[in-house]
């Protein structure tokens, strides 16, 4: 996502403000991504599904739209633990999760401290950052 310049008339404030609360940026750089991943005969109907199944999310705490699955992020758990022992170091887990497309993240996770981060933290913590951001949406009140 490039960064736009600061916009100084009030109705452009207002619209950008709008645009960065209800974190329309990120809608359309997830769906662009996904639609890409699933490249569907139906481009709108995959769209359509796509945003209900984030507000059946919203609405349920169901199932986030995510690309990866459990076996793709010990796949890539796997292709930096190519000695099998058993865990990555901290730089690796943070590249792996920025790979990922994980912008925010537990920088302290289990194991940081000896600079171990074995597989079921690294899928715990990949797991939330993917969610976090496939939440493309502002929880109704």
């Known amino acids: 996502m490039t960064t736009a310049a600061v916009p100084t008339n009030p109705k452009s404030q207002m619209a950008e403000a709008y645009v960065q609360k209800h974190r329309i940026p990120e809608l359309f750089e997830n769906m662009t991504a ?3 991943h699933s490249q569907p005969e139906n481009a709108k109907k995959f769209m359509i599904k796509y945003l209900e199944t984030l507000k ?18 010990t796949a890539v758990f796997g292709m930096l633990d190519v000695t099998n022992k058993g865990y990555i170091s901290m730089e690796q887990y943070r590249s792996a999760l920025k790979t990922l497309g994980v912008k925010k993240y537990n920088a302290r996770p289990d194991g940081c401290e000896k600079d171990q981060i074995n597989l079921p933290t690294f899928m715990t913590e990949a797991k939330a950052g993917l969610e976090q951001a496939s939440a493309n949406f502002v929880k109704l009140t």
Not at 57 to 71: I, S
Request: avoid cysteine; proline fraction near 5%.
């Open 34 to 36: 996904a639609l890409i």
């Open 56 to 73: 059946e999310y919203r609405d349920e705490k169901g199932d986030y739209p995510a690309m990866f699955t459990d076996a793709n992020m």
